[in-house]
């Protein structure tokens, strides 16, 4: 008898703790007394009390993102086009795009790339790419230099999520 008093104390606190709508006898029309509300207005929606996510501390720190910065040299098409630059991370499969305008011969990016180690590639709109010649390291909070001088390397194709420049 104890066990079933007690199981009813338990669900009758959950149901109240998750702000069950009560059940209204009598006229139910939406803004009556009856139904909860005024009389003179809309019934309000009722709300369930839902748990929401919570973050929890952690004690591993999320490293901050870093830049990347270079010059355009040796294009060979012309005068600089716009360019779209693609930075591959060649430790998972995350890529991270910007793009400059027609002319400029110089780039950076703001901090938003996370720490890692990438290569580099510009693409203009003829389907020409160019890139570093060597690998650039990412650090938290800092500016890695990438100058794009090799027109013709074998590059990966611009990813079709990447617009054109």
Sequence with gaps: MKKRILFFLVVCLA?????????????STPGSPAAGGSGDGPLETPTLGLPTDTLFPSDTPVPSAGAIDGGIYGYPYGS???????AFNQENSDYWYWIIPAGQSYYVTD????????????????????????????????????DITDWGGSYPAKPASVPSP
């Design 15 to 27: 149901l109240i703790a998750c702000n069950v709508p009560r059940i209204v006898f009598g006229d």
């Design 80 to 86: 600089v086009p716009g360019l779209v630059f693609v």
């Design 111 to 146: 901090f938003f790339i996370p720490p890692g180690k990438y290569q580099v590639v510009a693409y203009d709109a003829s389907g020409h790419k160019g890139g570093c010649t060597s690998i650039v390291v990412v650090k938290s909070a800092e500016t890695s230099g990438c």
